[in-house]
């Protein structure tokens, strides 16, 4: 499914809409996607923020709506920043294309097993966080703009050395 069919699906939702009438300060920070097998369908996970409660609230969307408890946020910032649906220019289909172009040009020995997908805001620019988990436990993190497809960093690290640094 589209990150923006997938909004809209959730907004139109009777779930999400009383929800929000409830949270109307909420806002939108993320999508999140985990892709295990490609034959399956996805399931979209969309993030509002809560500034007041310093929580976030995520939405399930694929063929049902499900709303997830609360939780209480990760973030190195102060602020998680708001993600602006108009930033949103391409679709993750081809980020996600860019970014395996990338490891296929420059990481062919690093076979992606599962693939995260994150849509968010960072340093105020909206942007495809995607990470593949490699069959050499290896995580590629490939990060692409949302407006123009192009790769603005690229970051490659051994599993290993994040379970040591961890310790």
């Known amino acids: 499914m589209k990150v923006l069919k997938a909004l809209e699906k959730l907004e139109a939702h009777s779930t999400y809409k009383k929800w929000r009438e ?5 806002y939108l920070v993320n999508f999140f996607l985990f892709i295990h097998d490609p034959s399956l369908k996805e399931e979209w996970q969309i993030g509002y923020y809560s500034k007041e409660k310093d929580e976030i609230t995520t939405f399930n969307v694929g063929k049902k709506v499900v709303l997830n408890p609360s939780s209480e946020v990760f973030k190195k910032e102060k602020i998680i920043e708001e993600l602006d649906k ?26 992606p097993m599962k693939i995260i997908i994150i849509l968010q805001v960072l340093n105020n620019t909206t942007l495809y966080n995607i990470t593949f988990v490699t069959q050499t436990f290896k995580t590629l993190n490939v990060k692409v703009s949302s407006k123009k497809a192009e790769i603005i960093s690229t970051d490659i690290r051994s599993i290993m050395d994040l379970a040591q640094k961890n310790k």
């Open 86 to 111: 108009k930033q949103i220019m391409i679709d993750y289909d081809v980020a996600l294309k860019q970014a395996y172009e990338y490891q296929q040009k420059n990481h062919s020995q690093d076979r």
């Open 22 to 26: 409830n949270n109307p300060d909420d």
